[in-house]
């Protein structure tokens, strides 16, 4: 990492981050900016790494990242942040960030998350590497859940995971455009998921071959 950027209002806490970047990337040279207009400043330079307050004086640090973003697309950009709670999580990682450390983390465990950038391990916090686990875990595919489905939703699954139209499928089966949709909306309901490709995953991994579409 030999150019780095640290967007921090807290001069204590850019002089921290500075020195851990330091004794982890000992070549690098570093920029700093407390606010959002003075990191408007370096759009158009190119950086390694780049770590990024949300809560900054004059605005949110989710500015800074789309500007890294678009200036310098390259760059690892880390949120540094006191903030954990869910909407600063997803509106950082939807903004471009590469990853998510709480400033409550020990500096010991920061330093070694910074050092396992340079081997593109990203550096997430262990308290929100947990809470993304939990949400795929409730939001994701239910795998255990295919047992539940009756015999008619699960060749309508199997259906729509060829890519039949609700209009096709209703073709098929011998029933109502809207006795399909029906199903539909218990199936995704029952599995867990919003979508015919999670769908077709479900059915990929049941090894539905459900009945040709009729000429």
Do not use: C
């Amino acid at each position: 990492m030999k150019r780095v950027l640290i967007v921090e209002d807290i001069a204590e806490t850019r002089r921290w981050l500075a020195q851990m970047v330091i004794e982890t990337y000992p070549e690098a040279k570093i920029s700093m900016a407390e606010t959002v207009r003075t990191a408007a400043m370096f759009h158009g330079q190119t950086f390694d790494l780049v770590l990024i307050d949300l809560g900054l004086p004059d605005g949110s640090g989710l500015d800074v990242l789309r500007m890294i973003q678009s200036s310098s697309p390259e760059a690892i950009k880390v949120v540094t942040t006191v903030m954990g709670d869910d909407a600063s999580i997803v509106g950082a990682l939807s903004a471009g960030a590469d990853g998510y450390l709480l400033k409550e983390t020990a500096p010991a465990v920061i330093t070694r998350q910074l050092a396992q950038l340079s081997i593109g391990i990203p550096a997430i916090a262990p308290s929100i590497a947990r809470r993304i686990m939990a949400h795929f875990r409730l939001t994701g595919p239910a795998a255990g859940s295919d047992a539940q489905l009756t015999e008619r939703e699960t060749q309508v699954l199997g259906l729509i995971a060829r890519g039949l139209r609700n209009s096709e499928v209703a073709h098929e089966m011998g029933i109502a455009d809207t006795t399909v949709a029906g199903y539909i909306k218990v199936i995704y309901r029952k599995l867990g998921i919003g979508s015919r490709a999670e769908a077709a995953w479900h059915a990929n991994r049941l090894g539905l071959r459900m009945g040709r579409k009729r000429e």
